[in-house]
């Protein structure tokens, strides 16, 4: 199975900041990842497909980046309602998650 | 608009069974793999198992492969799940989510419904 690992667990940023989340796996997904963002009591929602491609709606703040085994999820300029739970998802080998990374106001 | 709407869920002791539902609606299912993903309560996600738009291609976690049997009826939009032998392990909110293939390969999953509450406890 292949493991997906987020860092940081939490990351505070302020409004307005760039946020930068991290997303590993441990061997190579190609670009087999989305991203998700999920908010408290809500069903996730995806963001990014193909490591950098942005779902329908998507504003364009949200990037994503990477190949391989290293994946990263930039937020420029957040704004409040970007506060939220992030989590990655291959999809290259059957399907993994990421244990999520909290994103919260600083 | 694309709605998946889960139910099913509920309070069952362990070793008994449950079988959950999604109603499809706003897209054309047979269309489509689909799948059930589970969030335990304060945890993250976890992928249960999915089905290829034929039902010719299914796939399951090893942490519930010979418990759980995942179905379709196209002709009713509608996607299954059955939980047999439950554990307190299997206590989650299970979200039903669609693919953007028929085939369960290279699957992320976009729109997900609201879930539906599975708790297993005597």
């Known amino acids: 199975e292949i493991v997906m690992t987020q860092s940081p667990a939490t990351l505070s940023v302020s409004p307005g900041e760039r946020a930068t989340l991290s997303c590993r796996a441990s061997?190579?997904?190609?670009?087999?990842l989305a991203w998700y963002q999920q908010k408290p009591g809500q069903a996730p929602r995806l963001l990014i497909y193909?490591?950098?491609t942005r779902a329908t709606g998507i504003p364009a703040r949200f990037s994503g980046s990477g190949s391989g085994t290293e994946f990263t999820l930039t937020i420029s300029s957040l704004q409040s309602e970007d506060f939220a739970v992030y989590y990655c998802q291959q999809y290259n080998n059957s399907r993994t998650f990421g244990q999520g990374t909290k994103l919260e106001i600083k | 608009e694309v709605q998946l709407v889960e139910s099913g869920g509920g309070l069952v002791q362990p070793g008994r069974s449950l079988r959950l539902s999604c109603a499809a609606s706003g897209f054309t299912f047979d269309d489509y793999a689909m799948h059930w993903v589970r969030q335990a309560p304060g945890k993250g996600l976890e992928w249960v198992s999915g089905i290829s738009w034929n039902s010719g291609s299914i796939g399951y976690a090893d942490s519930v492969k010979g418990r759980f049997t995942i179905s379709r009826d196209n002709a009713k939009n509608s996607l299954y799940l059955q939980m047999n032998s439950l554990r307190a392990e299997d206590t989650a909110l299970y979200y039903c989510a669609k693919a953007p293939l028929k085939w369960l390969l290279r699957n992320w999953f976009d729109p997900w419904g609201q879930g539906t509450l599975v708790t297993v406890s005597s």
């Open positions: 193909g490591a950098s």
């Open positions: 061997q190579s997904v190609s670009s087999n």
